[in-house]
């Protein structure tokens, strides 16, 4: 059987998320709601989607869903889970999940109470390279992991395809940062403080372009979680996540062109970490466009075993707490303990 389910908002991203839902054994797209007229039409005629809807009430009192794909911006999304929440339909969310703790916890707060399953679109950690990283700590090569650092660094546009991330006053960490913060969480657990500086080097946009952040993690793993969109390279690494890990008895090195080096007493070995390529993906996208696949797969399989995604809402709340205190760090000077975020 094959859960029926709606995507809202038809803009830059979705595409990939409705590329993903096709190729997804156990669900399709029957339905989409987007308030621009234009957006709408174009994607319910590339991806042969007839039921569309200007108006998320409208949506949900048109269809009987089993699941809703939430792909509009941060200002939009506590009212579309929460309209979620009360039609009591299993809810995905884009990142950044919420604009304040405040808010994030309401959110996950009407979804619980409402017995409804909600999944953040948190696709970085679903990254293949990711992955691959995460089973080679998991290996036991390397011993104990004492040091990491998780790194973006790019002067790529992306305000040509995203132009809002020109304007905001939070840039980088609320968008991107958010990713790289959450892979800290994944390869290394929870954080206890954080330390962390910003710069806007670009005069073009409003908020920060650069920032720098130190977590102490409950673990003992000091990381160092480092983006930038103000760094000009040799060879432009869009949108690759570089990481680096030392551990009590070896180190592992995802470098550039997804080539991990995993090094112990007995050598090194290099391994190729490649994302596949699936027809409709595109270069250098291809990288975010398959764990677009891999997430809303985890959805499925976890609706279908009753399981909370790695993702969940709840566990997103630890992510958006680290970007809070990144940048009241920021702002202040100080080290944040996560406890009082
Ligand atoms: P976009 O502005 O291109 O598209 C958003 C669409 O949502 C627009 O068409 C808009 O009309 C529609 N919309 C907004 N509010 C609505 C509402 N209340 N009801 C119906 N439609 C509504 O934005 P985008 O670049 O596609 O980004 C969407 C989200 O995806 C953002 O939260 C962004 O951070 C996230 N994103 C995630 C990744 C990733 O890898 N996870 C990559 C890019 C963007
Ligand atoms: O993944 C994202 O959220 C995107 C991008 C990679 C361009 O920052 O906004």
Not at 97 to 124: I, K, Q, T, W, Y
Request: aromatic share 8%; charged share 25%.
């Amino acid at each position: 059987m094959s859960l029926n389910g709606a995507l809202i908002g038809c803009g830059f991203f979705a595409v990939n998320q409705l590329h993903a839902w096709q190729e997804m054994r156990g669900a399709r797209i029957v339905a989409l709601c987007d308030r621009d007229p234009g957006r709408l039409a174009a994607v319910g005629r590339d991806f042969g989607i007839e039921r569309r809807y200007a108006d998320a009430e409208a949506l949900f009192a048109g269809e009987a869903l089993d699941f809703v794909d939430i792909a509009t911006t941060l200002p939009s999304h506590r009212a579309l889970v929460e309209l979620a929440a009360r039609h009591r339909v299993p809810v995905i969310c884009q990142k950044p999940f919420a604009a304040s703790m405040e808010e994030g916890r309401a959110m996950v707060a009407a979804c619980e109470a409402a017995g409804v399953p909600l999944m953040v679109h948190e696709n970085f950690r679903w990254q293949a390279p990711i992955r691959a990283v995460r089973a080679a700590i998991d290996s036991g090569r390397i011993g104990e992991v004492f040091w990491g650092r998780v790194s973006f660094r790019s002067a790529y546009d992306v305000f040509s395809g995203q132009p809002y991330l020109a304007t905001g006053e939070r840039f980088i960490i609320e968008d991107l940062g958010i990713h790289s913060l959450d892979i800290a969480r994944f390869l290394f657990g929870d954080a206890e403080r954080m330390t962390a500086r910003t710069r806007r080097v670009n005069p073009a946009i409003r908020g920060e372009d650069v920032a720098t952040m130190l977590l102490d993690h409950e673990s003992g793993v000091a990381s160092i979680v480092d983006c930038s969109y103000a760094t000009r390279l040799a060879e432009e690494p869009f949108p690759q996540t570089l990481v680096e890990i030392d551990g009590s008895r070896g180190t592992i090195r995802l470098g550039r062109d997804f080539r991990m080096v995993v090094t112990d007493a007995a050598g090194s070995e290099t391994l190729e970490v490649a994302p596949p390529l699936h027809s409709w993906m595109e270069r250098p996208w291809h990288l975010i466009q398959e764990s677009v696949v891999a997430i809303q797969r985890h959805f499925v399989d976890c609706l279908a075993e009753a399981r909370e995604p790695a993702t969940s809402g709840r566990d997103n709340l630890k992510t958006l707490a680290l970007v809070e205190a990144a940048y009241l760090s920021a702002a202040t000077g100080d080290t944040i303990a996560l406890a009082g975020i």
